[in-house]
């Protein structure tokens, strides 16, 4: 299925830093969320955000839900090394499920 | 949080066998499943989706006949790669979702064919 475009499709930073990354589309959504996935796992759930404008957060994590509803932003603040992985975003609008590209990310410590 | 389950982890068979997958929500019941192949440092591929007591959807490329799929239950979906091939070995991950929401995915199957 369609595939929502993020950026970076890579990040290499120094642990402490912080970290931004975003998920746009040409369509609208109704539904945005995160995940997060380690080498060899299955994505885990970060951040679910339904309505345009929202901002939630999850420990040291945050992301908004644009107020155009066709992009979203997801933030970590202070990186750990166990924050390594791969992050998705994923759309949802009607009855359809889309999921980003991905980002990469390595912490340096 | 919602839990699904895949069994097994990992599978090695020989080339021409079949293999089943499982995929299991154990804490919710799953109106719709569906199963997913990742290859290395890529995004997660959309293969099927099955919604419990009807016949799969199957996404363009992907051959119904090659990978079986079987939803019995509101917790149980199989996918069964039939006569694999090396071209097969790949990570594949199910996930489930109650009506359409968050997906909640398992923790993969990686399928390697000799």
């Known amino acids: 299925g369609q595939q929502l475009n993020q950026s970076p499709q890579s990040m290499f930073i120094q642990e402490g830093e912080d970290v931004s990354m975003n998920c746009t589309s040409s369509?609208?959504?109704?539904?945005w969320l995160w995940y997060k996935q380690d080498p060899g796992e299955g994505p885990v759930l970060l951040i679910a955000l339904y309505k345009a404008g929202e901002l939630t957060s999850n420990g040291r994590l945050t992301a908004q839900f644009g107020i155009t509803r066709k992009d979203s932003f997801l933030n970590i603040s202070a990186s750990i090394p166990s924050d390594v992985g791969i992050y998705f975003c994923?759309?949802?609008?009607?009855?359809?499920?889309?999921f980003g590209t991905g980002t990469s990310l390595t912490v340096i410590p | 949080g919602a839990v699904v389950s895949q069994h097994p982890s990992r599978v090695i068979c020989k080339s021409g066998t079949s293999v089943k997958i499982e995929c299991r929500s154990l804490d919710f019941q799953a109106t719709t499943m569906f199963w997913y192949r990742q290859f290395p440092k890529k995004s997660l591929m959309l293969m099927a989706t099955s919604n419990e007591g009807s016949k799969a959807t199957y996404e363009q490329g992907v051959e119904k006949d090659k990978f079986l799929i079987n939803h019995a239950s509101l917790t149980l979906s199989t996918l069964t790669v039939t006569s694999a091939h090396p071209e097969d070995s790949s990570f594949y991950i199910c996930?489930?979702?109650?009506?359409?929401?968050?997906?909640?995915f398992g923790p993969g199957t990686r399928l390697t064919v000799l």
């Open positions: 996930s489930a979702t109650w009506l359409v929401n968050e997906q909640f």
């Open positions: 994923a759309g949802i609008t009607g009855n359809q499920f889309y």
């Open positions: 369509s609208i959504f109704n539904t």
